[in-house]
């Protein structure tokens, strides 16, 4: 029971061009919503989240963008950079009865992979 | 990764041993979460702690696997008699703040690779 899919296990971009990674839930009780970025061997560092309550939120060159109808969100980073290398998962997260915490469910990760 | 700390980084185990994996928070958190990655797979949630107290434990296998985070000391993931199966990578993470977290950010180690033979 697969709740929360990123469907794309890789992504090619070049330097400076858009990346668009893409992730659908299913559980219509998640309301907010987390990128993570992965170096292999290290743990997940947070990117940017957003709530249900948002359709956008931006910070720097990280932008994501929650379709709440079509249960999908999307994290674009632009300009692209070879640093950017790396697996990125999107995870979800339910705000229970007024109150929430860390409980996460995750994708499964694309692995996004800018070329110079 | 935040100021999460795992040790070991690395431990390896021979069937039907234990494994205790280690975790201290980030300064000033008092919630930690366990999470597991399999090969090929996401982060699967395993459980989440307060001080003395498990708060859920619902990702938590039935059997062997147990979790606590005493008032003193780093939060400890304990596996007994372990199995190939066990082999993956452990993630600790902690937030400053428990109930109300919508959006909040959730801090990760760098994780430990358990590997069994």
């Known amino acids: 029971d697969q709740q929360v899919k990123q469907n794309s296990p890789s992504l090619s971009v070049q330097e400076g061009r858009i990346s668009i990674l893409n992730c659908d839930y299913t559980n219509s009780m998640f309301d907010y919503f987390l990128w993570y970025k992965k170096y292999p061997a290290e743990g997940p560092t947070f990117l940017i989240s957003?709530?249900?309550?948002?359709d956008k939120n931006e910070d720097g060159r990280f932008t994501v963008f929650l379709n709440k109808s079509a249960k999908h969100l999307s994290l674009h980073i632009v300009p692209s950079q070879p640093g950017d290398s790396a697996v990125y998962f999107c995870a979800a997260g339910t705000n229970a009865g007024g109150t929430s915490y860390g409980k996460l469910t995750f994708g499964q990760g694309t692995i996004l992979t800018v070329h110079p | 990764n935040a100021g999460v700390m795992q040790n070991p980084r690395h431990l390896v185990r021979r069937r039907g041993q234990e494994a205790r994996l280690r975790c201290s928070p980030m300064k000033g958190h008092s919630h930690v979460y366990w999470y597991r990655q399999l090969p090929e797979e996401g982060l699967k949630f395993m459980v989440y702690?307060?001080?003395?107290?498990?708060?859920?434990e619902s990702g938590m296998p039935k059997e062997r696997f147990s979790a606590e985070f005493p008032k003193e000391g780093p939060s400890i993931l304990r596996i007994q008699q372990v199995v190939r199966g066990d082999s993956a990578a452990y993630f600790c993470?902690?937030?400053?703040?428990?109930?109300?977290?919508?959006?909040?950010?959730?801090?990760f180690g760098e994780g430990s690779w358990l590997t069994v033979v």
């Open positions: 702690l307060q001080k003395e107290n498990i708060i859920d």
């Open positions: 993470a902690s937030s400053p703040l428990g109930q109300g977290v919508s959006g909040n950010t959730i801090y």
């Open positions: 957003i709530s249900s309550i948002k």
